[in-house]
């Protein structure tokens, strides 16, 4: 059984650029999740997809975007950069369960740099 | 926003004490779990503990959360150099879908 992948693991861009990170969801998960970790802080929901939807979404501009394949591998799309992008972005799968008692399983992150 | 508050935000303790945090939230939960993370790692799942439960272990962790001051706490009973790293409390509000919500966390340093 794989775990959670994310590629790339470490990327610089510059202020305006657009950049895409990818996330491969643990085998049998089919939600993946996205979340914006600054330094020295706790992970910041930016949104959730199920069965290719986005299925709610954190305090992010419409700059953050996403997407969810048939395989439930998913693309965090970020636009127009900005420094305080800098950050460390955590993909997790889970299996829905009715009950909520979602578990997350995390990727290692990338960790992009804005300059 | 956050959901959950971890007190305190750093601790530092020797092999073999126990170590205890916190962690305060806001609205109603359907669970709460704690997280684990190495040196700006993926966070590792430790621990989930349901509105209606008031205490769960496993191994050396203790969980117990108290509904009505909406907190809970971590126990980590004869703490190891390897237990060092940052501890995160996070929640499921009941109106919030099922998104897990993190607090800011405690970094916690186990010196052998």
């Known amino acids: 059984e794989t775990g959670v992948t994310q590629s790339p693991t470490h990327l610089i861009k510059t202020r305006g650029q657009q950049v895409t990170l990818r996330c491969s969801s643990q085998?049998?998960?089919?939600?993946v999740s996205w979340y914006q970790q600054a330094l020295g802080q706790g992970p910041q929901f930016i949104f959730q997809?199920?069965?290719?939807?986005?299925?709610g979404r954190g305090n992010f501009p419409p700059r953050f975007s996403g997407l969810q394949f048939p395989n439930y591998s998913s693309e965090l799309n970020v636009n127009a950069l900005e420094l305080d992008d800098s950050a460390l972005y955590l993909c997790?799968?889970?299996?829905?369960?009715?009950?909520?008692?979602?578990?997350?399983?995390f990727g290692a992150g990338s960790r992009l740099t804005v300059l | 926003s956050q959901q959950g508050e971890e007190d305190p935000q750093a601790l530092s303790i020797q092999e073999g004490e126990n170590a205890t945090m916190n962690c305060s939230y806001k609205?109603?939960?359907?669970?709460l779990q704690w997280y684990r993370q190495n040196s700006g790692r993926g966070l590792v799942h430790l621990i989930l503990?349901?509105?209606?439960?008031r205490e769960k272990h496993s191994g050396r962790l203790r969980v117990t959360l108290d509904t009505s001051k909406k907190s809970s706490s971590l126990l980590i009973t004869a703490s190891r150099a390897a237990d060092t790293a940052s501890y995160f409390c996070?929640?499921?509000?009941?109106?919030?879908?099922?998104?897990?919500?993190f607090g800011k966390g405690t970094t916690l340093s186990v010196s052998s």
């Open positions: 503990i349901r509105s209606n439960e």
């Open positions: 997790a799968s889970s299996l829905a369960r009715p009950s909520g008692a979602n578990v997350l399983t």
């Open positions: 996070a929640t499921v509000p009941n109106q919030a879908g099922t998104a897990l919500i």
């Open positions: 609205t109603s939960i359907n669970n």
């Open positions: 085998s049998g998960h089919n939600t």
């Open positions: 997809y199920y069965r290719e939807e986005e299925n």
